[in-house]
């Protein structure tokens, strides 16, 4: 079979990758085309035609700053699978972008494959109504939304979550500490998202707190698509260490982190890491989405758990002194830690077992193979 698969940004790449790898072990035969990052590249031996560090626009005015960038993928994203013809679309998460090539494979009649879906219970929820007409088959990561789209009269799959998969994949490197050179301290691990707007926004107040906590290393997880550099001129008067590629190594070694609204709060959750989770972007962008988000939280920890289990820390609110503030309560009062500590064990009830990209993939493989007989 041949396949097209889409990320548009560094979790999805992640679970691409995964989902590629799956299809390969059930599909001996398989050849792939992709749109995504390092990752999915690696995985299906192929150059993507457009990469994640060309695609990732976050915030309602970032979007509308790139909306000419945004056309131009979208067109040269339709050409490709109009000449490579693949037997399905594979699409993960990112639906303004991911929707409409979904709406074009179905135009030129080819079957679309949503993995991780859209989260459309967030807002505009009628957009449930387009899923319906252009997604012939929907993979679901999250267990609330499986009831949510029944509510839409959609019948969809849940396969439980690709980050069991990563973690539980994830091989220890035991030597993290020496190779960046962090013994005698404990850690704090800094995680600013994946995105220029993140980083630039969340990364100076991230690096200040190297002088409320001096007794800690603050260490920032570094994301694939920016080098070393980059990160040094949001650093201030800080020089902290950088890591590459080590995210898990890092989480797995700190005492807390704070990490910018995305997936990676629901990993550091999974790897048992108290966490202040944190969210500043363009004000207009934030005031269209409290207008807009029918949501209570940002974060998914706290959305999956239908509480407040994870300090959010958003816009006004999202200062250094109050990040400081919570990743003390975090450190230093006992009873607060363990709380914590107790919520992530439902989480991790909540969230079942590893297998999600194996479950997708045979569901993937099988769904083809019944419309092949037909």
């Known amino acids: 079979m041949k396949y097209y698969v889409i990320a548009g940004e560094t979790s999805g790449d992640l679970h691409g990758a995964n989902l590629i790898h799956a299809l390969k072990r059930l599909d001996t035969e398989a050849e792939f085309r992709i749109v995504g990052g390092d990752r999915m590249q690696q995985a299906a031996g192929e150059t993507a035609a457009i990469h994640i560090?060309?695609?990732?626009?976050?915030?309602?005015?970032?979007?509308?700053?790139?909306?000419?960038t945004i056309a131009r993928n979208l067109r040269i994203v339709k050409a490709d699978i109009a000449a490579y013809a693949p037997d399905t679309l594979i699409l993960i998460d990112f639906p303004g972008f991911n929707l409409k090539i979904a709406s074009y494979a179905k135009k030129i009649g080819m079957k679309v494959c949503y993995y991780i879906s859209p989260k459309v219970w967030a807002w505009n929820q009628r957009r449930v109504l387009k899923i319906k007409r252009v997604v012939d088959r929907l993979f679901c990561i999250l267990p609330f939304e499986?009831?949510?789209?029944?509510?839409?009269?959609?019948?969809?799959?849940?396969?439980?979550?690709?980050?069991?998969?990563?973690?539980?994949?994830?091989?220890?490197?035991?030597?993290?500490?020496?190779?960046?050179?962090l013994s005698g301290k404990p850690i704090i691990a800094l995680l600013p998202g994946s995105r220029h707007m993140e980083i630039s926004k969340l990364l100076p107040l991230m690096s200040d707190l190297a002088f409320r906590f001096p007794a800690h290393h603050c260490v920032i997880a570094g994301a694939p698509n920016f080098d070393e550099s980059y990160y040094k001129q949001y650093m201030g008067e800080a020089d902290l260490p950088v890591v590459f590629n080590a995210t898990y190594d890092l989480l797995k070694h700190a005492e807390a982190a704070v990490v910018a609204s995305g997936t990676a709060t629901l990993e550091t959750a999974l790897?048992?890491?108290?966490?202040?989770?944190?969210?500043?972007?363009?004000?207009?962008?934030?005031?269209?989405?409290?207008?807009?988000?029918?949501?209570?939280y940002i974060s998914l920890v706290n959305l999956i758990l239908d509480k407040p289990a994870v300090r959010e820390l958003i816009q006004k609110e999202c200062t250094t002194e109050e990040i400081a503030a919570e990743?003390?309560?975090?450190?230093?009062?006992?009873?607060?830690?363990?709380?914590?500590?107790?919520?992530?064990?439902?989480?991790?009830?909540?969230?079942?077992?590893?297998?999600?990209?194996?479950?997708?993939?045979?569901?993937?493989?099988?769904?083809?193979?019944?419309?092949?007989?037909?």
Request: a neutral charge.
């Open 271 to 296: 790897l048992n890491v108290p966490q202040v989770v944190v969210y500043k972007a363009n004000p207009l962008s934030i005031a269209i989405g409290r207008m807009v988000i029918q949501v209570k």
């Open 53 to 68: 560090a060309q695609m990732a626009f976050m915030g309602f005015v970032e979007v509308l700053a790139n909306l000419r």
């Open 146 to 181: 499986v009831e949510f789209y029944h509510k839409w009269g959609m019948e969809v799959d849940y396969v439980g979550n690709p980050l069991l998969d990563a973690i539980a994949g994830h091989t220890d490197n035991p030597l993290f500490i020496q190779e960046n050179h």
């Open 327 to 374: 990743l003390d309560r975090l450190l230093n009062k006992k009873a607060y830690r363990e709380q914590v500590f107790a919520d992530y064990t439902t989480l991790h009830q909540k969230m079942g077992e590893p297998g999600a990209s194996g479950r997708t993939a045979q569901l993937i493989t099988n769904f083809l193979g019944r419309q092949t007989e037909d």
